[in-house]
């Protein structure tokens, strides 16, 4: 199973890098501004497709929104499309 690790740069852009064998297989990039975490784009290597591993990427991001009390500006067609499918899931972390 791969490691999620988030990474920021001082301006709090950056994102979640999905980490399997010390090689980057996924990415979640978003910025961080005040309150709102903005999701950009979500991409998984296209030879790990169906093991779920956008999920996990999401998952991390949403656990992680909550931890900090943020909400979450979706730009990105994955997230937002997640968040369409399953508005009452992340009602609490959607700024629509």
Known sequence: MPEIKLKLDEKQHGGFQLIENEEKIGEMVLSISGTILTVYH???DEKYNGK???KL????????VREH????KPLCPYVF???TRHPDEYADIWQK
């Open 42 to 44: 979500t991409e998984v």
């Open 52 to 54: 779920g591993y956008a």
């Open 57 to 64: 990427l999401l998952d991390a991001m949403v656990a992680y």
């Open 81 to 83: 499309a997640q968040f």
């Open 69 to 72: 009390k943020y909400t979450v």
